[in-house]
């Protein structure tokens, strides 16, 4: 079987609220500050899209806003970026090994001092589109274009399917990736899907993540 996680927080979150910034040095996210125009790109390749990440321009260090006196094992934070603790990092490399994107960060207070870590960033780098618009509790959303300003963005689909908050989602069997960890593009959004076994290895070893729900699985 197959689950999804949860990329909007429930009762019990997902999100912690940080800043890619350096106290210390009083520096933020290098390529923030060399092109805003790149960092929205790592941005949303951090949330699923599809592209390549130069490590020497990852973020590597996070405040977090509001102090902490512990973390989960897996949420996410600033530009929808995944951060896992060294747990995390070793289920998920014994399950996918070398398939994902996974690099050592530093997590601040704002006055600069270190949380006990240690923590990583985490890019899932395998991509599928299993997810059946039919089987899943989805909404559709349709541009409506003016005659007089025919021009549409090329970022912007004139048809959008957003997945509704029951994570209520159907997937064909064969379209499943190998892989235990994967976005599926089935959708408008990419979605966060892992498998069975990735799923009760993160349960058996009593890890605390981002709510996850089972999917069904269909032969279509």
Request: proline letters at 8%; glycine letters at 6%.
């Amino acid at each position: 079987m197959t689950w999804i996680i949860k990329i909007t927080p429930d009762g019990r979150g997902g999100h912690i609220s940080t800043t890619a910034y350096d106290p210390r040095t009083k520096s933020a996210w290098p390529l923030r500050q060399q092109s805003t125009k790149m960092a929205a790109i790592y941005a949303g390749i951090f949330k699923g899209d599809r592209g390549d990440l130069d490590p020497a321009l990852l973020p590597m260090v996070f405040v977090v806003e509001k102090k902490r006196k512990a973390f989960p094992d897996m949420w996410w934070g600033v530009s929808g970026l995944l951060i896992i603790s060294d747990a995390l990092r070793r289920v998920v490399e014994a399950h996918d090994p070398g398939k994902h994107i996974i690099w050592p960060v530093e997590m601040l207070t704002k006055r600069g001092e270190p949380y006990p870590g240690p923590f990583f960033g985490f890019v899932p780098a395998v991509h599928a589109a299993a997810i059946s618009e039919s089987h899943s509790d989805v909404r559709i959303s349709e541009e409506r274009f003016n005659p007089a300003t025919p021009v549409m963005s090329a970022y912007t689909s004139p048809r959008r399917v957003h997945l509704n908050y029951s994570y209520d989602v159907g997937i064909r069997r064969t379209d499943i990736p190998d892989a235990n960890l994967w976005w599926d593009h089935g959708l408008s959004v990419p979605q966060l899907l892992t498998s069975d076994a990735l799923h009760d290895a993160i349960v058996a070893a009593g890890l605390k993540v981002i709510p996850m729900k089972r999917v069904l699985e269909i032969d279509d």
